[in-house]
């Protein structure tokens, strides 16, 4: 499956795979906005209005299921692809 085009938004809390997954997305030619938890990704959602989402579930706070229940609930990122990491 091709990765949507536009902003692609990292969701993830782990500092060594953080970096992997971010050189990875640019490598693909993509702009890339990382987040560490879950509050910062939908603040980065409703700010920036990223084209897909890779998220990982065990966030600190606003835990990563959280955070898709809200995209999915919202009718403006009802449609947002997400991938779970």
């Known amino acids: 499956t091709a990765l ?4 692609i938004l990292v969701v ?5 795979l953080l970096p992997i997954v971010v ?3 640019e490598t693909l030619g993509y702009p ?12 980065a959602i409703a700010a920036e209005h990223p084209a897909g ?3 990982d579930l065990g966030l600190p706070g606003v835990s990563g299921m959280e955070v898709l229940r809200r995209i999915r609930s919202a ?3 009802t449609d947002l ?3 779970i990491m």
């Open 53 to 55: 989402v890779l998220l």
């Open 81 to 83: 692809p997400v991938t």
């Open 4 to 7: 949507p085009q536009g902003l």
């Open 75 to 77: 009718p403006a990122t």
């Open 23 to 25: 050189r990875l997305i």
């Open 32 to 43: 890339v906005r990382a987040v560490g938890s879950g509050e910062e990704a939908l603040a």
């Open 12 to 16: 993830e809390d782990d500092d060594r």
